[in-house]
Every structure is written in structure tokens, then in C-alpha cells.
């Protein structure tokens, strides 16, 4: 069961200006005018669910400025992120690759602007035409597919402080600012290891002065000291959905 309780709101107008999905925004005009009718806006809680494992998707999230955990738990009930997606992507990736089903949970884990919100047969509808939707959504996917192979080898590879550093990145990026709402517990379970080691690795980068950490509230202090200490994921990613064309201007948009 979905657990979104927002009140859907007409895409048009003032909502599209306040959530800039990458995605949507970099589509041509006659592109997102197919679409347009059939979206809608919704705001949403931290920890809210919108995708649950093994449920049908019925609905297709594009994102503004937020994070947005895509998660597994194994048999002792450990919950671990796979990935992130904030405006550059949309939530549903299933749906490209033919699933009607959720291959995982993707929660709220920041609040941010919220989301757009398109019906999945509406977008499936659209994947299945040829043009400049089914291209964005396509490239936005191999990206994201690559992403994952990365997060893979990431969790293997590399060390705690470089995946804190990591992710600590991701998230500022993709909420567009300099502060995030995250407990060391939480941040944790994200990155699959214990409470004591992240408020080890935390107190560090607080004392070199990289971050400043009270009550659940993270502040980026020193952006270039948590670059040089991240894992080579970060710009590997980065760089991935640049390739996709949804960080900046489509090839279909002209300046």
C-alpha cells in the first residue's frame, strides 16, 4: 500500500518552479505538454515510503531538491542503502526495465521540495513512443544502473570515511544546500556499518573542522576536505549523470 497522504497538486505553474526536477525540466516543450495533464505534485514526510518491495508501481516520482533512499534488508532485518536519487533521476526504475513490481523500498530519508508524480501506465505509455522521453528517461536509466554497479564494489573497497564522505556529498548536492537532518544511527544503517563507528568517523571530520555536528543536524564546512576524502565513487557518479544529459541543458533544449 502506498503511504503517500500529500494532496496531489496540478504540475503546471508555481509547483514546477519550487521542485526543478533535472529531468522534466530539461525535456522540449512538446515532450512535457504530452505529459503535463496527467502529473501531479506532492510534498512528503522524512521516512516515508513510496515504493515497498515486491508491491506494483503504480506511480512514477520525479523528484525536486531531497534525497531519496533506495534500500534492502537482509534476514536479520539489517536495512542497507543500494543508492540514492534526488532531482537528477526519477524513482521507478523498474518500470523501464519491464518490472510491475518494486524491486526494493525507496523512502523519504531528507525532505526536501517534493515531487512529481506521474501514473505509471502514463509513463509507460510515454517510454514506449519514440522521442526525446523515452531518450531521457533511457539515458537517466544505464546511468543509474551504473551507479549501482559502483555502489557494489564501493561498499567492498573502500573505507568508512571515504563512503561518509561520500554520501555526506551526495546529499548536499541533491538537496542543494549545506545543511542535512540525518542521526549517526541513521547514517549508519545506511552505509551498513555500526553507530560507534560512524560518531568515530563524524568527530573527526568535526574536529578537522570539514563539518559541525549537533542534535541530528549536519553542516558542510569544509566542502574540499570531505572531496579529498571521499572515494573515487563520488566523481565516477557524478560524472555518470552528466553523461546522462540531467544535470544541466537536454541536448533536445536549446540555451
Same mark, same amino acid.
Given at each position: ?14 509547483? &514546477?518552479?519550487?521542485?526543478? *526536477? ?11 505538454? =504530452? ?9 512528503? #514526510?522524512? +521516512?516515508?515510503?513510496?515504493? +515497498?518491495?515486491?508491491?506494483?508501481? =503504480?506511480? @512514477?516520482?520525479?523528484?525536486? =531538491? ?7 534488508? *537482509?534476514?536479520?532485518?539489517? @536495512? ?9 533521476? &526519477?524513482?521507478?526504475?523498474? /518500470? ?13 530519508? @531528507? ?5 512529481? @508524480?506521474?501514473?505509471?501506465?502514463? %509513463? *509507460? =505509455? ?6 526525446? %522521453? ?11 544502473? /551504473? ?18 564522505? #561520500?554520501? !555526506?556529498?551526495? /546529499? ?7 545543511? !542535512? ?33 549537533? #542534535? ?19 566523481? +565516477? *557518479? +557524478?560524472? !555518470? ?7 544541466? !541543458? ?6
Amino acid at each position: 500500500m502506498n503511504t503517500v497522504q500529500s494532496i496531489a497538486q496540478p504540475a503546471r505553474g508555481l509547483h &514546477f518552479e519550487a521542485s526543478p *526536477n533535472r529531468l522534466l525540466a530539461a525535456l522540449p516543450d512538446d515532450a512535457f505538454d =504530452r505529459i503535463a495533464p496527467e502529473l501531479t505534485f506532492r510534498r512528503f #514526510r522524512s +521516512k516515508e515510503l513510496l515504493h +515497498k518491495t515486491g508491491e506494483p508501481v =503504480r506511480e @512514477i516520482y520525479f523528484p525536486g =531538491r531531497g534525497l531519496y533512499s533506495i534500500t534492502t534488508m *537482509n534476514r536479520e532485518g539489517a @536495512i542497507i542503502e543500494i543508492t540514492s536519487v534526488g532531482p537528477e533521476g &526519477f524513482l521507478g526504475i523498474g /518500470a523501464v526495465l519491464g518490472a510491475g513490481f518494486a524491486m526494493n523500498d525507496t523512502s523519504v530519508q @531528507i525532505e526536501g521540495d517534493g515531487a512529481h @508524480i506521474l501514473p505509471v501506465t502514463i %509513463f *509507460n =505509455r510515454e517510454v514506449g513512443r519514440p522521442g526525446p %522521453f523515452r531518450d531521457a528517461m533511457w539515458h537517466y536509466t544505464r546511468a543509474f544502473v /551504473a551507479i549501482l554497479m559502483h555502489s557494489v564494489a564501493c561498499n567492498g573497497l573502500h573505507s568508512v570515511e571515504a563512503r561518509c564522505c #561520500r554520501w !555526506l556529498l551526495d /546529499a548536499v548536492d541533491r538537496v542543494e544546500g549545506s545543511e !542535512l537532518w540525518i542521526t549517526h544511527e541513521e547514517l549508519g544503517m545506511l552505509l551498513g556499518v555500526r553507530r560507534p563507528t560512524i560518531t568515530l568517523v563524524m568527530s573527526e571530520l568535526a574536529h578537522e573542522g570539514a563539518i559541525k555536528y549537533v #542534535r541530528g543536524r549536519v553542516r558542510i564546512l569544509d566542502r574540499q576536505r570531505l572531496e579529498a576524502g571521499a572515494c573515487e565513487c563520488y566523481r +565516477k *557518479n +557524478k560524472a !555518470l549523470t552528466d553523461l546522462a544529459g540531467v544535470t544541466g !541543458l537536454s541536448p533536445y533544449r536549446s540555451a
